[in-house]
């Protein structure tokens, strides 16, 4: 709704005491604002139908249109009173509210000031109607036309509550929550892309490779060298590992030939037949490489 930009004068509210105002006096007001307009439709209608046929010598209806006027201006108060409890609750509500809430209070605030404005023209049209009939018949079209805007206001307030949150301290406490939380996943967001910056690297050196291919041409060749080198390293300690098995599978498979076993049989027959013959050699086995010492201590032991 595109209404042309209207307010209260800046005097009238620099002498009003604002801010003794209470807080959310604003609800409780408007609920008579909303009932008084439609009780004064039909107070003026009923009025038109009494003073049918009236005459100056016999007036009709006076009591009718006496609590009418009675109403209409209870009207003006309080619909005063309620504009200047929204601007208390609006400011308290404007920080919470995001965009759309602070566009539909700052719309809500413009049909508030229009109201305000119309419960006085409603007074004044009051007075007229007591021209005569035609008069009391506007009067009448005015006030519901009045009553139908106060209805389509108190519509828009009550989305301002239960829609936008207005001035409903559960809903500050989730923002509140909601804020943390969204600092919270733009922290990790931001951990995860710091995270994820080795992986691009490499995705970036294989797009590079791929796009490029001469940067990696030295590279399958150099790759190549060093798997020979350990494939020759381990074909070498594989040839080591099984001439060992071999060689020493050969010492355990090797038997004594029985002409050495004879041999040494006679060797021990001797001996034990000839005892000085054993020490004879023995000493002189000694006497080929030993000193004249140790042959005189070898034959002094013999002895």
Same mark, same amino acid.
């Given at each position: 709704? /595109?209404?042309?930009?209207? %307010? #209260?004068?800046?005097?009238? #509210?620099?002498?009003?005491?604002?801010?003794? +105002?209470?807080?959310? !006096?604003?609800?409780?007001?408007?609920? =008579?604002? #909303?009932?008084?307009?439609?009780?004064?439709?039909?107070?003026? =209608?009923?009025?038109?139908?009494?003073?049918?046929?009236?005459?100056p010598?016999?007036?009709?209806?006076?009591? +009718?249109?006496?609590?009418? =006027?009675?109403?209409?201006?209870?009207?003006?108060?309080? =619909?005063?009173? $309620?504009?200047?409890?929204?601007?208390?609750?609006?400011?308290?509500?404007? &920080?919470?509210?995001? %965009?759309?809430?602070?566009?539909?209070?700052?719309?809500?605030?413009?049909?508030g000031?229009?109201?305000?404005?119309?419960?006085?023209?409603?007074?004044?049209?009051?007075?007229?109607?007591?021209?005569?009939?035609?008069?009391?018949?506007?009067?009448?079209?005015?006030?519901?036309?009045?009553?139908?805007?106060?209805?389509?206001?108190?519509?828009?307030?009550?989305?301002?509550?239960?829609?936008?949150?207005?001035?409903?301290?559960?809903?500050?406490?989730?923002?509140?929550?909601?804020? &943390?939380?969204?600092?919270?996943?733009?922290?990790?967001?931001?951990?995860?892309?710091?995270a994820?910056?080795?992986?691009?690297?490499?995705?970036?050196?294989?797009? !590079?490779?791929?796009?490029?291919?001469?940067m990696?041409?030295?590279?399958?060749?150099?790759? !190549?060298?060093?798997?020979?080198?350990?494939?020759?390293?381990?074909?070498?300690?594989? *040839?080591?590992?099984? /001439?060992?098995?071999?060689?020493?599978?050969?010492?355990?498979?090797?038997e004594?030939?029985?002409?050495?076993?004879?041999s +040494?049989?006679?060797?021990? !027959? $001797? $001996?034990?037949? /000839?005892?000085?013959a054993?020490?004879?050699?023995?000493?002189? &086995? +000694?006497?080929?490489?030993?000193?004249p010492?140790?042959?005189?201590?070898?034959?002094? *032991? $013999? /002895?």
């Amino acid at each position: 709704m /595109n209404l042309p930009d209207i %307010s #209260i004068p800046k005097a009238i #509210i620099d002498s009003l005491p604002i801010d003794q +105002v209470p807080a959310l !006096a604003h609800p409780p007001l408007v609920h =008579f604002a #909303i009932v008084l307009p439609i009780m004064i439709v039909l107070l003026e =209608f009923v009025n038109i139908i009494v003073k049918r046929g009236e005459t100056p010598e016999e007036p009709k209806g006076r009591g +009718v249109s006496t609590l009418s =006027f009675l109403l209409i201006l209870a009207m003006v108060i309080i =619909f005063s009173a $309620a504009y200047v409890a929204g601007t208390v609750d609006g400011k308290a509500a404007w &920080d919470t509210l995001g %965009s759309a809430g602070q566009a539909e209070l700052k719309e809500h605030k413009l049909i508030g000031t229009y109201l305000v404005y119309g419960s006085i023209v409603l007074l004044v049209f009051k007075f007229i109607s007591l021209a005569g009939t035609k008069s009391r018949i506007l009067l009448l079209l005015l006030a519901i036309a009045f009553a139908g805007a106060t209805l389509k206001q108190g519509k828009d307030g009550g989305e301002l509550v239960y829609t936008y949150g207005a001035n409903v301290e559960k809903v500050t406490d989730l923002d509140d929550e909601l804020f &943390d939380l969204k600092e919270e996943l733009d922290d990790l967001k931001s951990a995860k892309a710091e995270a994820k910056k080795p992986e691009d690297s490499v995705a970036k050196k294989e797009e !590079a490779a791929i796009a490029n291919p001469k940067m990696t041409e030295g590279v399958p060749a150099a790759k !190549a060298k060093v798997e020979e080198a350990q494939d020759k390293e381990k074909f070498e300690a594989k *040839e080591e590992r099984e /001439n060992f098995k071999k060689e020493t599978k050969a010492d355990e498979q090797k038997e004594v030939t029985p002409e050495e076993v004879k041999s +040494v049989a006679k060797e021990e !027959a $001797a $001996a034990i037949a /000839n005892p000085e013959a054993v020490k004879d050699e023995a000493a002189a &086995d +000694v006497k080929k490489e030993a000193t004249p010492e140790e042959v005189k201590t070898v034959e002094s *032991e $013999a /002895n």
